[in-house]
């Protein structure tokens, strides 16, 4: 079982729509989760962090974090076509593992 | 610079060479990371450094794969005797002690082997 899991996609999401897309881990002791977005051929930049089970909102963007079902979602709001690219979701563990985790990206693709 | 810078940015060689990639981190910065990207594909860890402590070397794929850090400054990957599926791009990122944890990527050295 890998130790993040997300689903490649592609997802097709039209204009104004929102966006869902989700990720799974593994390890119940994981801490902190992180949405990074990677345009084609750019590094990842952070788009937003959670550490606690709930929503957190930012803009257009919501994370939202289920620690009891080991799942963390990325939710996009009125969906632009700029917001088309990779979405990796990230897991640090525990204190004793501070390495971060990423899944394999879930492709976005916003249809004007 | 105010980023993290990585050379080459390409590197082409043949198959059988050794190859060393360098990474130059934020100022202050006290973890630095390295990750594999192949194309099309999610990044895979490689290795962690924080600080003075002993890095984290799980996720180095063979022994040909070494890296080093001196303090707190410039990290060197190196590759050695490549193959053709080491061929990637090599992603460096620091992060800053306390906060959240955010990585800073840099713009990745792209490695083909022949």
């Known amino acids: 079982q890998k130790e993040v899991e997300q689903n490649s996609g592609p997802l097709s999401v039209p204009e104004g729509a929102i966006a869902s897309l989700n990720c799974t881990y593994s390890?119940?002791?994981?801490?902190?989760f992180f949405w990074y977005r990677q345009y084609s051929g750019k590094s990842p930049e952070l788009i937003m962090f959670i550490y606690s089970n709930g929503d957190k909102e930012d803009g257009r963007f919501t994370a939202q974090l289920n620690k009891a079902s080991q799942y963390v979602s990325l939710l996009i709001r009125d969906s632009q076509p700029s917001d088309s690219a990779t979405y990796l979701c990230a897991v640090r563990g525990n204190q004793g593992a501070q390495k971060l985790v990423f899944g394999q990206g879930t492709r976005l693709t916003i249809n004007p | 610079g105010a980023g993290v810078s990585q050379s080459p940015s390409n590197k082409v060689t043949e198959k059988g060479k050794d190859v060393e990639l360098r990474c130059d981190p934020i100022?202050?910065?006290?973890?630095l990371y390295w990750y594999r990207q192949r194309l099309g594909q999610g990044l895979e860890f490689l290795i962690y450094f924080q600080g003075n402590s002993a890095p984290d070397k799980s996720g180095l794929p063979s022994d040909r794969f070494s890296a080093e850090r001196t303090g707190e400054s410039v990290s060197t990957l190196t590759i050695q005797r490549t193959q053709q599926e080491d061929s990637a791009v090599y992603l460096c990122?620091?992060?800053?002690?306390?906060?959240?944890?955010?990585?800073?990527f840099g713009e990745g050295s792209r490695l083909t082997v022949l």
């Open positions: 990122a620091s992060s800053p002690s306390g906060g959240p944890g955010e990585l800073f």
């Open positions: 390890d119940r002791g994981s801490q902190s």
């Open positions: 100022s202050g910065h006290t973890a």
